[in-house]
């Protein structure tokens, strides 16, 4: 079986789209197959030695990037070298396969919360994702709640998505604190003690809410730093002013992009960790953090309470009094920390990528034998 992968989020900094295909790829190189070869394309040149090296792949760059050329001439192109059993899209189905077809789409944050946005964007996913997810042959997603909302936006049959949840990497695990304490002051300027968020710097996040929570706190903490690690994306501008008007620019670090070779470093060195998303499909940093043994809070109304179920505070990420509160339960309760972080230990441990490669393997091959 020949199976083609758009692996064009990596090298990407896109997070956690970046994060599923390594580790996708990862374990699909290592999970026994049966003879099967995977054609991955690319885009960016520094992906390339992050794909690792297997005899069941054949790296294609695909040039040039634009997703205006890749997606409806030069995938088309590929597909007529390469005879692919299946193709395995990132959202978008491209035009003229001559395969099946599977598409991942973690969510469709886009159809409910259009502000977060840009229009164009918007449009773009809302006329062509939605065209993608009934043309495809099957779909992957990333939890329970992304499959029941895809279904129902969508108008698609549920048996046509299959569930495969993400899980953190193998250099997520407890670690000595001081000493990811002094790397992260060596290597960033980071002093400790602090609060962590990691993840795109942009609306949907939540983060003016959290910053708003946090200034209610600042004269009640020690000495706790809040730090964002994440690439600044569409309307992050805002987030930074709103942080100058609650004059807490001593108070909060923005990190930019941080490699995921760092991450587990960030993790172990913070008191605690904020994720406090609007909406997400899966919410991979919550089980990074959880897999670090940090207790963690992060917000319901979406796939998060799903993915953290009894091991996380969840709190209501549309209230800033409701975060606020939460902030002061976790610091201000040593015990909750410490029984938050040893539950999220548990919880961490059920969720794994190479499950994740399994069952996807296991789509290709049904669709493959599928008439």
């Given at each position: ?253 923005f990190t930019g992009y941080v490699p995921s070779i760092d991450l587990p470093f960030f993790y172990n060195a913070a008191e605690a960790f904020v994720y406090p998303s609007v909406f997400e499909g899966f919410g991979l940093p919550v089980i990074e953090a959880m ?81």
């Amino acid at each position: 079986m020949r199976v083609g992968i758009d692996a064009h989020a990596i090298g990407s900094e896109q997070s956690g789209n970046e994060t599923y295909y390594e580790q996708l790829l990862k374990h699909l190189a290592s999970i026994p197959t049966n003879g099967n070869r995977y054609v991955i394309y690319y885009t960016n040149p520094a992906a390339a030695g992050r794909i690792p090296a297997s005899e069941k792949f054949c790296l294609k760059r695909l040039w040039p990037a634009t997703p205006f050329w890749r997606v409806p001439v030069g995938f088309p192109l590929e597909f007529r070298i390469d005879k692919l059993d299946v193709f395995h899209a990132q959202y978008i189905i491209p035009p003229f396969c001559n395969c099946k077809t599977v598409t991942t789409i973690p969510d469709i944050a886009y159809e409910h919360y259009p502000e977060f946005f840009t229009a164009f964007y918007r449009l773009r996913s809302q006329a062509l994702i939605r065209r993608s997810a009934q043309r495809a042959d099957h779909i992957i997603t990333v939890s329970d709640y992304s499959k029941n909302d895809i279904s129902t936006t969508y108008q698609v049959d549920p048996d046509k998505i299959t569930v495969t949840y993400e899980g953190a990497g193998p250099d997520f695990f407890p670690r000595d604190k001081v000493q990811c304490q002094e790397q992260v002051t060596r290597k960033y300027g980071i002093k400790t003690p602090f609060l962590l968020y990691v993840g795109r710097i942009q609306e949907r996040k939540n983060l003016r809410r959290l910053l708003s929570a946090y200034a209610r706190l600042k004269g009640e903490l020690a000495d706790e730093k809040l730090v964002l690690v994440g690439k600044k994306d569409w309307m992050s501008e805002s987030i930074e002013e709103h942080l100058k008007a609650l004059d807490l620019e001593d108070a909060v670090v923005f990190t930019g992009y941080v490699p995921s070779i760092d991450l587990p470093f960030f993790y172990n060195a913070a008191e605690a960790f904020v994720y406090p998303s609007v909406f997400e499909g899966f919410g991979l940093p919550v089980i990074e953090a959880m897999a670090c043994g940090l207790p963690v809070l992060t917000s319901y109304g979406s796939s998060l309470e799903e993915v953290a179920g009894d091991a996380a505070l969840l709190v209501d990420p549309l209230s800033e009094e409701a975060m606020a509160q939460g902030l002061r339960k976790l610091l201000g309760d040593q015990s909750l920390r410490l029984k938050l972080g040893r539950a999220g230990l548990a919880r961490s441990a059920t969720f794994s990528f190479k499950n994740t490669a399994e069952q996807t393997a296991g789509v290709y091959e049904r669709l493959a034998g599928a008439e």
